[in-house]
């Protein structure tokens, strides 16, 4: 068993790998109850994301693949782990991710690279029912990833500059190929960038809110994946729904967080 500081380590840990479409992220988690590593790489399925992900987190920690008493996978790329003992959807990992971090939680708004989901879960954290948009990059971070592209902005700048709009632009086509080619004609009409990214961030919300109504929202509305690092897609999406979302620091981990839960949960079920 591995040292930490110098002391035999007696906890007992369990790995949470959520391999995205677009990013890698991976938590080792003691007893099912702290957070002692996580990382994430802006690279998903099939490329060297999850084992850099993997080799941070077991190097911050200090710990070895050995010390896990179970390693889940879950994400776009779960099957493709060969190191995970098992795999769960990545349904079920938000739902459990999210009723850990704020149990009354019973909304669920996740933005990823290549897809949006809304989930409501019950009281006990179990996911009750779901809708998904996987089939159009509209209302997903791949929207966001193009159009930051074509606005030679960072992903990062997005936030800050859609907050200073003056004279938000309206973004009238729901198709990203459409959308892209909306921007360039703004641009070339040198609409301020600021006003456009507005715009931008009122169609994801559009969207998103529209597969929000059909399952219905009940508070506490939380909002997961990568696109929750960018606030200014949690308030038009605020706006579009009339309802307070939060959102939280380990938005992005959500997945692996429940992943690594549910990879303590197992390992205990194998010593009863
Ligand atoms: P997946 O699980 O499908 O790989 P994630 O939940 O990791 O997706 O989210 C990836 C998306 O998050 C990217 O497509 C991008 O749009 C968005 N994103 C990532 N980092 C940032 C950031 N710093 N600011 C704004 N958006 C971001």
Request: hydrophobic content about 40%.
């Amino acid at each position: 068993m591995s040292e930490i500081a110098g002391t035999a380590v007696s906890r007992k840990y369990s790995m949470g790998v959520d391999i995205g479409s677009t990013a890698s992220k991976c938590i080792i988690m003691a007893e099912g109850k702290e957070i002692v590593a996580k990382s994430l790489i802006d690279v998903g399925a099939g490329t060297s994301g999850p084992d850099r992900v993997i080799a941070a987190v077991l190097k911050d920690s200090g710990l070895k693949l050995e010390d896990m008493t179970h390693i889940m996978s879950t994400g776009y790329g779960r099957h493709s782990l060969e190191i995970a003992h098992s795999e769960m959807s990545e349904l079920s990992c938000h739902a459990r991710g999210a009723y850990f971090q704020h149990p009354a939680v019973r909304t669920i708004i996740d933005i990823g690279g290549q897809d949006a989901k809304v989930m409501r879960i019950d009281e006990n954290g179990i996911l009750e029912n779901f809708v998904m948009n996987d089939k159009c990059a509209a209302g997903t971070g791949r929207f966001l990833d193009v159009m930051a592209r074509v606005l030679e902005v960072k992903l990062d700048d997005l936030e800050k500059l859609s907050a200073e709009s003056q004279n938000e632009v309206r973004i009238s086509s729901t198709c990203t190929v459409f959308a892209e080619s909306e921007v360039i004609s703004q641009l070339a009409r040198n609409t301020h960038k600021r006003d456009i990214i507005k715009g931008i961030h009122r169609a994801v919300a559009s969207r998103v809110g529209a597969l929000a109504r059909r399952i219905g929202l009940v508070d506490d509305v939380m909002m997961t994946g990568g696109v929750a690092l960018n606030d200014g897609v949690r308030l038009a999406l605020e706006e579009e729904l009339e309802h307070d979302i939060f959102t939280t620091e380990l938005a992005q981990y959500n997945g692996a967080l429940g992943a690594a839960l549910f990879a303590w949960q197992r390992s205990k079920k194998k010593e009863i």
